[in-house]
């Protein structure tokens, strides 16, 4: 397994190490969405003839799981891993190809209540530390595709709080610093946000 890969992994399962807890403040969230990527990830010079050279991350459906440990009504702890079978847009001065550029992005992140209103729903927002790590065929040869990552997320849970099963609606951005060797191209590390939508339903691991 690539160094990114697991990378990610460790990211995403690492609240597993804490210490037992009452299986009730614990739940998994199966998810699936939209992966959307904002921006270019490289924009610079072809080192051969001096023409544009450009990357961009494309958007594609993503899957994943969410682990959450429910500290207090308002504090919650998170876990995620995302998968996205994305392409990434190679541009050079004669053409543009779409050629495979899988993500992977996991993060750790604290989730505070911040609203809740009669009908069920609760709403919250946090942030945290991540990584994103890029393969395929587009990025073969190159160096520089795992990042680390700043994660602003926030979400809306339909279900009361001790209820069994509720349906969560999230979003969450993953902000990297994009710096590429072995491009054959002058480029300047750019800012990127790989912004991820997702739906799913929070299940308790035990009752």
């Not at 001065?93 to 609203?115: E, I, P, Q």
């Not at 160096?143 to 969450?172: C, H, M, P, Q, W």
């Not at 710096?179 to 800012?191: D, M, V």
Request: contains cysteine; aromatic residues 8%; proline residues 3%.
């Amino acid at each position: 397994m690539k160094r990114g890969s697991i990378a990610v992994v460790a990211v995403a399962a690492a609240c597993i190490a804490a210490p037992a807890v009452n299986a009730q403040t614990l739940e998994v969230t199966p998810h699936f969405g939209m992966h959307m990527p904002v921006g270019l990830l490289m924009e610079g010079r072809d080192l051969n003839d001096n023409s544009y050279a450009r990357r961009r991350q494309l958007g594609a459906i993503s899957v994943g799981a969410r682990l959450t440990l429910r500290a207090t009504e308002w504090l919650s702890i998170e876990g995620n891993g995302t998968y996205s079978p994305s392409l990434v847009a190679i541009t050079d001065r004669t053409r543009t190809v779409d050629l495979g550029g899988r993500v992977l992005m996991g993060n750790l992140k604290a989730m505070y209540r911040f609203a809740e209103i009669p009908s069920g729903w609760s709403f919250w927002g946090g942030a945290g530390g991540g990584v994103v790590s890029r393969h395929g065929e587009g990025w073969n040869g190159t160096a520089g595709t795992t990042d680390a990552a700043l994660v602003v997320a926030g979400k809306a849970r339909l279900g009361k709080l001790n209820s069994n099963k509720a349906f969560i609606l999230a979003i969450e951005d993953y902000v990297t610093r994009a710096a590429f060797q072995n491009i054959n191209a002058s480029a300047s590390p750019r800012i990127h946000h790989d912004v991820v939508y997702s739906f799913g339903m929070a299940i308790p691991l035990a009752k």
